[in-house]
């Protein structure tokens, strides 16, 4: 018998068989930060069941399939009967259906509900970000949904519900329920007072007859959705259910699913209402102020999303590192690859600390918490989502031609790196929506600086960056144009303020040095001289 032409050897084993959770030093220390000592236990352990089934090679494999296999749109039923269903890979359905057995729909009923379902969104997102969408959705319905007292006591125990039921009948006949959202139409874009969707009201109290088009329709096999049209009192917020009371479908049309550069396990429809029932959420023209509670949730799922696929693709990156070796010895333990490794490993723990922080605000909800999170969710949400798709660039580089290859998970995560500064308003819609908040909410930018404050003294090269911050903020003459500049040194000023409070001093030492202390080049793994970089990258390997 002849030898083998060659030997497998120096290749990596897959990152399967660990506890997401448990492995993530920054996730762990910031959920016992923000958590009340008396759920610690209760918390850390339905996180950790959470972790072990992301970390699990069953999870990674229906990643793959729900990714290998997107919906398919069935229009009509072999009669020729409109039926506009969206058919899923079982996988999808596993995935989604964890999600909602784990609460990651069910924020606002339970002790540390924002913060607790913020990390586990971090935590099974690194699973698969497909899903995520609905579950997004779902959980962010709530607070437009409770500017009708009937309808959030009709609907929020549903939305709640840990029950996966994917079937479209009626509402009343389900334990559980998914939410979509349709905002988006194609002359309008970001610009929602675009709509053209028209509502005439019926005779019945509250009843619409909505016609028109959504150019973005968020998960339409969902069993209700939030959209915009126009009433005769102006832009309004309605409820448009996929199945009637009575169990007959709604006129819902889905003329087509986008054709997406990733996010390729979830729907995203183009649909049409020609007299579909809806029923008014909030008054008549109220509908931005009705839905913009649900846009700021889904803005902090955003940034969490991101921080989700920035802490998988570091994992990956990190872990490759030390299975592989290259001249002479192991990639981890090379200079330059490890200024790569902490370089995207303080990013990374930069953009947990900042999600967890945000959501510790919703669960905190007074007032001066309310004003905090009105500024400061739309500055993390620009600026963790622009860091996503450069850091998964680099994590991806750190494998090699490896990392090119689908079976590496790294081209998936890639994919996905693009998608949460596009949902729920680009950078400039942020940028923008920060400078409003600036000219117009005093006491939300008086309540960003106090936050901030709390680390002044503690990093002099912090202290400096309030200082020209201030400076920056006190000249708004002209400053659309430099909006973005402006929003990005918010952003930095924040990160580093929290972990200059709350993370090793190693990690805030590199962090103020590099993005504060202006020696950083334009890319990853360009961090200066006399840094800890291997108790830095010690602290992101998934290890529990």
């Not at 798709?389 to 081209?411: D, I, K, Q």
Request: glycine share 10%; hydrophobic share 40%.
């Amino acid at each position: 018998m002849s030898p083998p032409t060659h030997t497998v050897t120096n290749q990596p084993p897959p990152l399967v068989g660990y506890d997401v959770y448990a492995a993530d030093a920054a996730l762990v220390e910031g959920v016992a930060r923000h958590v009340a000592p008396e759920l610690r236990e209760e918390v850390d352990r339905e996180l950790g069941e959470l972790g072990r089934v992301a970390g699990s090679a069953q999870a990674r494999g229906w990643a793959e399939a729900a990714d290998a296999h997107p919906p398919v749109l069935r229009t009509h039923d072999r009669y020729g009967h409109r039926i506009d269903e969206v058919e899923f890979h079982p996988a999808w359905h596993r995935l989604l259906g964890r999600a909602v057995s784990s609460g990651l729909t069910d924020a606002w009923s339970r002790p540390a509900g924002h913060l607790r379902r913020a990390a586990g969104f971090l935590v099974w997102s690194q699973a698969e970000a497909g899903h995520g969408c609905p579950v997004s959705m779902t959980h962010a319905a709530v607070p437009a949904l409770r500017a009708d007292p009937a309808l959030a006591a009709e609907w929020e125990p549903r939305l709640g519900s840990r029950v996966y039921d994917p079937r479209l009948v009626a509402p009343g006949d389900k334990p559980g329920a998914l939410f979509g959202m349709g905002m988006t139409e194609k002359q309008g874009g970001s610009d929602v007072r675009a709509t053209t969707t028209r509502a005439e009201p019926l005779a019945e109290e509250g009843a619409y007859l909505l016609t028109g088009h959504k150019w973005f329709c968020s998960a339409p096999m969902s069993d209700a959705f939030l959209v915009l049209a126009q009433a005769p009192g102006g832009l309004t917020c309605f409820l448009l259910p996929r199945v009637l009371p009575d169990g007959s479908r709604n006129v819902f049309l889905i003329q087509r699913l986008k054709d997406k550069l990733g996010n390729r396990s979830n729907a995203s429809a183009e649909v049409e209402f020609d007299g579909t029932w809806a029923r008014r959420v909030g008054e008549e023209g109220r509908g931005i102020a009705t839905i913009i509670e649900m846009v700021s949730a889904t803005r902090l799922d955003c940034a969490t999303g991101s921080a989700a696929l920035m802490r998988q693709a570091v994992a990956q990156a990190v872990h490759h590192a030390e299975h592989r070796s290259a001249f002479g010895g192991p990639l981890v333990d090379k200079p330059l690859m490890r200024n790569v490794l902490a370089d995207l490993a303080l990013e990374s723990e930069a953009a947990t600390t900042t999600v967890l922080r945000l959501a510790a605000a919703y669960d905190a909800d007074d007032e001066q918490e309310r004003h905090f999170r009105r500024l400061a969710v739309a500055v993390s949400k620009y600026w963790v989502t622009k860091r996503c798709a450069p850091l998964v660039a680099e994590a991806l580089e750190c494998l090699g031609g490896n990392g090119y290859v689908e079976e590496s998970g790294l081209p998936r995560l890639f994919r996905e790196s693009p998608l949460n500064s596009v949902w729920e308003g680009s950078g400039n819609v942020q940028a923008l929506d920060v400078l409003r908040v600036l000219q117009r909410e005093p006491r939300a930018l008086n309540a960003f600086l106090g936050e901030i404050g709390r680390a002044r003294g503690a990093d002099h090269r912090l202290d400096g960056a309030i200082t020209s911050l201030l400076t920056e903020l006190a000249d708004l003459e002209g400053v659309e144009a430099r909006a973005r500049r402006v929003v990005e040194r918010m952003a930095l000023v924040l990160q580093g303020s929290l972990l200059v409070r709350f993370a090793p001093v190693e990690v805030s030492d590199a962090f103020c040095a590099s993005r504060l202390g202006g020696d950083w080049g334009a890319t990853f793994g360009t961090l200066p001289r006399g840094l800890d970089l291997a108790a830095i990258v010690e602290r992101a390997q998934p290890r529990e």
